[in-house]
C-alpha cells in the first residue's frame, strides 16, 4: 500500500502499491492510524511503582498524588509532561486529553502568567511531536459533605480559580498553537457546584468545545451526589446542560442504567481508562452495556501505570468477560476504534483516526517480528489487539512528520527524560 500526504494531509491511498521514489518513507510491519489517548495527568507518570507498595484504595492513592502535585512548577511541569508525552509517541499516541487542574502557585496564588502550567504542558506535546487537546480542569471545592460541598483544602488550593467566573477570565487568556485545541473540564460534581456546573457548559457550548468530566469513578461519589442533589452524577450533569455531543464522561464505572440511556441520548462520550480503574481497585464499567446504547467509546492512561493502547483496548474486553463470564462483547475492530476514531472525536481531532484521503497523516506502524505476534496472518488484528504491545511500535508519524524511527523518539532522550524529572520531583 503507498499512502501519498501533503502537508500532513492524506491525500492518497493505493493499494498493492509499493515506494515509487527514493523519498518514500517505507515503514514495514502493519501499519494503523495513529492512536488517541483521550484521559491523561501527565504528572501522575511519576508515581509509577511509587504507589504500588502495600494496600490501601483510591483515596489513599489521592494522598500521595497531591504529594507530587505540590512540587510541581511550570519548568519542572513543562519537562515531565514533555518526557510522558515521549513516552506516549512511542506507544502510537499521536494526540492526547491532557486533564489538568494545576493551574497556580501551592498556596494558591497565581502565577505572574496566570496560565503558565496549562502552557507548559501544550509546549511539551510540540516538543514531543504529539497534539495535545488541553482540558482546562475547573475544580473549586473539596467534596461533598452532609451540608454541600467544602471548601477547597490545603492540597487543592492551586487547583481552584475559586470561581467559575475566574475560571472563565482565565481561559481568555489562553494561548493557541496549530497542535492544540483548548477543552474545558469539570473535575467532578463533588468539586464543582451545579450552578458552576452550568457556567462551564456553557462555555463550552458556545464554542463547540470538548467538555470532559469525572463520572461515577467511585461508589462514595455517587452516594454522596445521591444523598446532597437526589440524582447520580450524570443525572445531575443532564440537569445542568452538560451533557451533550461534546460530552466526554471519564470512567462512568457506576453508571446505572438510566445513566447509560442519559449518555445515550446526549450524544456523549465514555472513556475507559482501564489499567488506572484497575491499578486504584475503582471497578469495571459497563462497557457493553454502553457499547450496545450506542454510546461513542474511547480510551485513556489516566495514571499511567503503564502507556499501552493495546493494553487499555484489550482490558475493555477482558474485564467485560469476568464481569459477565461471556466472551466476545467487543470485537478486535471496535476495541480498534475506541482507541483511535472514538478518541479522536472525544477530543475535537474528526479528521484523524483513519487511513483514507482527507485524514491526517497520522501513522503507526506495528512490527509483527516479535514472539507476541509470531503466526498472526488472517487474525492480523485481533493479534495486535489482544497480544501486542507498545514495545512492538517501530515507527510513528504524526501530521507526516515522522516523530518515532526504529523504536527510538527521533528528537527526546526519552529514558533519561524520565530519571530526571522524576527524581527531581519526588527523591
Aim: aromatic fraction near 4%; proline fraction near 4%; charge should be negative.
Amino acid at each position: 500500500m503507498r499512502i501519498t500526504q501533503v502537508e500532513g494531509t492524506i491525500t492518497a491511498v493505493e493499494a498493492g502499491v509499493g515506494a515509487a521514489t527514493a523519498n518514500d518513507t517505507v515503514l514495514l510491519g502493519v501499519v494503523i492510524p495513529g492512536l488517541a489517548n483521550t484521559h491523561s495527568h501527565a504528572f501522575h507518570r511519576a508515581l509509577r511503582s511509587r504507589t504500588q507498595a502495600g494496600a490501601g484504595s483510591f483515596w489513599t492513592w489521592r494522598d500521595q498524588m497531591y504529594l507530587a502535585a505540590a512540587r510541581l512548577n511550570p519548568d519542572l511541569y513543562h519537562r515531565l509532561a514533555r518526557a510522558t508525552f515521549g513516552e506516549m509517541a512511542m506507544a502510537g499516541i499521536t494526540a492526547v486529553g491532557e486533564f489538568n487542574y494545576i493551574h497556580h502557585q501551592p498556596d494558591g496564588t497565581p502565577y505572574s502568567n496566570p496560565n503558565a502550567m496549562s502552557e507548559a504542558l501544550v509546549d511539551a506535546a510540540a516538543e514531543a511531536g504529539i497534539r495535545i487537546t488541553l482540558l482546562d480542569t475547573a475544580y473549586f471545592h473539596g467534596g461533598l459533605g452532609a451540608e454541600g460541598h467544602k471548601p477547597a483544602g490545603n492540597a487543592q488550593l492551586r487547583f481552584s480559580d475559586g470561581n467559575a467566573s475566574a475560571w472563565i477570565q482565565r481561559m481568555e487568556l489562553a494561548s493557541s498553537a496549530p497542535h492544540a485545541k483548548l477543552g474545558a473540564a469539570i473535575h467532578s460534581v463533588r468539586a464543582v457546584a451545579p450552578d458552576s456546573i452550568q457556567t462551564v457548559a456553557a462555555w463550552a457550548a458556545s464554542r463547540e468545545a470538548p467538555l470532559h468530566v469525572h463520572v461515577s469513578e467511585q461508589p462514595a461519589e455517587n452516594e454522596q451526589v445521591q444523598a446532597a442533589f437526589g440524582a447520580t452524577p450524570t443525572e445531575l450533569l443532564e440537569r445542568c446542560g452538560a451533557l451533550g455531543h461534546n460530552t466526554t464522561a471519564v470512567h462512568a464505572t457506576y453508571a446505572t442504567p438510566s445513566d447509560i440511556r442519559r449518555l445515550a441520548d446526549s450524544g456523549a462520550s465514555v472513556c475507559f481508562c482501564p489499567t488506572t480503574e484497575r491499578d486504584l481497585a475503582d471497578g469495571i464499567g459497563p462497557s457493553a452495556a454502553l457499547a450496545a446504547a450506542g454510546v461513542n467509546l474511547s480510551l485513556g492512561s489516566d495514571s499511567h501505570a503503564v502507556i499501552d493502547m493495546f493494553e487499555e483496548a484489550r482490558a475493555v474486553e477482558l474485564n467485560e468477560r469476568l464481569a459477565t463470564q461471556r466472551r466476545g462483547s467487543h470485537s478486535a475492530g471496535a476495541l480498534t476504534n475506541m482507541a483511535t476514531i472514538g478518541g479522536h472525536r472525544a477530543l475535537g481531532w474528526p479528521d484523524a483516526g483513519q487511513i483514507k484521503p482527507g485524514m491526517r497523516a497520522d501513522l503507526v506502524a506495528v512490527s509483527t517480528n516479535s514472539v507476541r505476534l509470531a503466526g498472526a496472518s488472517s487474525t492480523t488484528a485481533e493479534a495486535i489487539v489482544f497480544a501486542a504491545s507498545a514495545a512492538d511500535i517501530t515507527d510513528v508519524i504524526c501530521d507526516g512528520s515522522a516523530i518515532v524511527r526504529d523504536s527510538e523518539h527521533c528528537t527526546l532522550d526519552v529514558v533519561a527524560e524520565l530519571d530526571r524529572a522524576i527524581t527531581e520531583l519526588l527523591d
